[in-house]
């Protein structure tokens, strides 16, 4: 058994695919339309292309949006995604106008930062040393 798809909900679809592709790198997969205005939007590291998939959902059922803005008002991040090198991942980003919740942190073993993706969701970037 593997993780093959996983999803984020956002606010805009195509908001989302500009920044989870043009700002932090990943690239389309999937771009099926659903629907009058929904899409099977999803995107993959280009690290990985035949990975994990990130689904950027439509938030529009009320317990998504319940959830998500619950777990933003907490600063707690809906996702984890993996870098090699926090601090740069940091230093490339803000340089992009990401906004940052919180700086990158030693915590043990790993380091991490928290970003917001503009489309409703708190995100946090993790590196171990190698």
């Given at each position: 058994?593997?993780?093959?798809?996983?999803?984020?909900f956002?606010?805009?679809?195509?908001?989302?695919?500009?920044?989870?592709?043009?700002?932090?790198?990943?690239?389309k997969?999937?771009?099926?339309p659903?629907?009058?205005?929904?899409r099977?939007?999803?995107?993959?590291?280009?690290?990985?292309?035949?990975?994990?998939?990130?689904?950027?959902?439509?938030?529009?059922?009320?317990?998504?949006?319940?959830?998500r803005?619950?777990?933003?008002?907490?600063?707690?991040?809906?996702?984890?995604?993996?870098?090699?090198?926090?601090?740069?991942?940091?230093?490339?980003?803000?340089a992009?106008?990401?906004?940052?919740?919180?700086?990158?942190?030693?915590?043990?073993?790993?380091?991490?930062?928290?970003?917001?993706?503009?489309?409703?969701?708190?995100?946090?970037?993790?590196?171990?040393?190698?």
């Amino acid at each position: 058994m593997k993780i093959h798809l996983t999803s984020v909900f956002v606010d805009d679809q195509a908001k989302a695919l500009r920044f989870y592709t043009e700002i932090l790198g990943f690239v389309k997969k999937h771009d099926v339309p659903v629907g009058e205005q929904d899409r099977w939007l999803t995107v993959v590291s280009p690290e990985e292309p035949g990975g994990t998939e990130l689904l950027l959902e439509p938030a529009r059922h009320p317990a998504a949006r319940t959830y998500r803005d619950a777990l933003v008002e907490d600063g707690i991040p809906l996702a984890q995604f993996a870098v090699d090198d926090v601090d740069a991942e940091y230093e490339r980003l803000s340089a992009l106008g990401v906004r940052f919740t919180q700086r990158p942190v030693e915590m043990g073993p790993v380091t991490t930062a928290v970003l917001d993706d503009t489309c409703g969701n708190l995100i946090q970037l993790a590196s171990q040393p190698r």
